[in-house]
């Protein structure tokens, strides 16, 4: 009874008991994990079918827990103690299958413990651990133990192979001396593993707080961009109301001259009727006596009397220049107080910040560096200072005095006297002569050059910028692992980010075949560094810089 109920119990593809049985929408259960393997290898091919039925599915099917049958295997686990473990049984136990301990490739059996101490002991009788299918521990070939590995065909062979076969002549091992070697392996490789894992980990947390504190500052951002643009839309309204009532009062402007004009010809009308009856009436004393003294106007003030008979003016056309002038003046107070609510304290200055602003243990010796160390340029005459390993040797490059090892940072370049230039940032371990001491064909700097190229370790992008462009931007930030290059256009333009994990502190580097390079960092806008080469010697884009003025 419990046999034949095994049998019901087992997975029809890995012939154990079920362990999490699923089913399928054609009723058939399986191992969950089993079954999901299978489908792993189906959804290369694009078709999935049930392995007992072959019904075919139109997409990978969901398998569905069946909770029943879970519970008839758990109640029969715990009924069979001998199944649970690696749910192998003893092949020679008929009644109630016990757990089995050892398998025998030769007999090609599994043993529960009573089982094994009256098996053969006979060294053809090779015993290991409990297995399901021994058919995969013997050569396909031979039909005999897999005893041996050959290391040249990366393969586990039989004694025939080993003797007789295409495996005749290896050095082969033995399958524990293959197994242990392997192990070794396996466990250095685990070992590096972790030490990537806990070096991941340690970045992951670095991340999460980096992004702590990034949401934290976006949601104090967020309310202040919402003020701001409140505030901005409030101005704009007032400013809107302001304009429109000015438009509307020069359009009653208007309409009260016309009302001012009515009433003066009512009034001119009136004492041109007058005047008339003045002028028919026979008495004249009446004719004298009247008080209105129209004929005295004569004598009065010719301005007053103007005044008094004048029409109003037409007020000529909208004063469209005046209505300009507002909305320009309030659009101006808008962006002034805009600019100062937006005002965010620019990054300091990289250049100037120390001092001397350039590192003359850097220069390279055919550049002469003056104006308070914030001038370089280019000469045939060495300049015989110290070969230090600090000294460029193979470029007139120069770098900057203080390292960035954190925060953000930026600086300016006006390149506009100078054809040929190279600006970016680097490790303070670049080389320092040959060519890849050159800034951007190495893996330790990254450059934007006059070609239009950014360059890092030797790879070069082509990026789009106005061949007229006077002036770039170089922006660091050092948390985020990004150097970015700008085109001071308007509006800015950016051409290239690149992105990496920082493992050195960063130092500004210029590199300029001819012409004058002004740099200007992040706050001191006013300040200007030249680097100045001599286009008057002819010197032409580097590399090479020419042979007569002897670089090495």
Known sequence: ??????????????????????????????????????????????????????????????????????????????????????????????????LAVKSCLHCE????????????????????????????????VHKKILEYYC??????????????????????????????????????????????????????????????????????????????????????????????????????????????????????SRKMRHIEELCNMTDPLTVLQDTDGFCDTEDKDDKD????????????????????????????????????AIYIAEPVDILLMASPALDLNTAHNNLLVSDGKKTTSLTCVDQNRPLTPKRFQGYPQVLSCQS???????????????????VGMCYPSINRKGERSQIGFNAKSWCLCDSGLVIHDSKSIQVSHDDCGKRFRIYLDYEAGKISFYEMSVPIQHLHTFTTTFTEPLHAVIGVGSGCIKIRGGRERSDKFSCRLLTSMGYGRFPPFPNQCNLQ
């Open 404 to 422: 960035f090892s954190s925060g953000r940072h930026y600086w300016e370049v006006d390149i506009r006297g100078s054809p040929y230039w190279r």
């Open 305 to 340: 009397g103007r005044r008094y008979f004048e029409l109003p003016n037409d007020g000529g056309d909208l004063d469209v220049a005046g209505i300009s002038h507002t909305l320009h003046t309030g659009l101006s107070n808008i962006i002034t107080g805009i600019n100062g």
């Open 151 to 268: 290391p040249e065909d990366s393969k586990c062979i039989c004694v025939s192979c080993r003797l007789d076969g295409e495996h005749r002549g290896h050095q082969v091992e033995t399958i524990d001396e293959a197994s242990e070697k392997k192990k070794e392996k396996l466990r250095h490789v685990l070992k590096e593993l972790l030490a990537k894992t806990e070096e991941m980990e340690k970045r992951d947390q670095s991340l999460q707080e980096h992004k702590s504190k990034v949401e934290e500052k976006a949601v104090n951002e967020t309310e202040r961009v919402v003020a701001l643009f409140k505030d901005l839309r409030r101005r704009l309204e007032d400013l809107e109301k302001k304009v429109l009532k000015e438009i509307s009062g020069q359009t009653d402007g208007i309409s009260l001259l016309i009302q001012q004009l009515e009433i003066k010809k009512e009034e001119m």
């Open 1 to 98: 009874m419990a046999s034949r109920l095994r049998a019901e119990l087992e997975c029809s593809i890995c012939l154990n008991i079920y362990s999490h049985p699923v089913m399928l929408k054609c009723g058939h259960n399986f191992c969950r994990v089993c079954v999901e393997l299978l489908l792993d290898t189906q959804e290369k091919s694009g078709v999935f079918s049930c392995p007992e039925c072959r019904e075919e599915f139109s997409k990978r099917p969901v398998p569905e827990r069946n909770r029943k049958l879970c519970n008839i295997v758990e109640n029969f686990q715990s009924s069979q103690p001998g199944l649970q473990g690696n749910g192998i049984s003893c092949t020679f136990c008929i009644d109630i299958p016990l």
């Open 109 to 140: 059996a599994s043993l529960c413990d009573n089982h094994l101490q009256i098996h053969s002991k006979s060294p053809e009788h090779v015993l290991c651990d409990p297995i399901t299918s021994l058919e995969s521990r013997k050569c396909s």
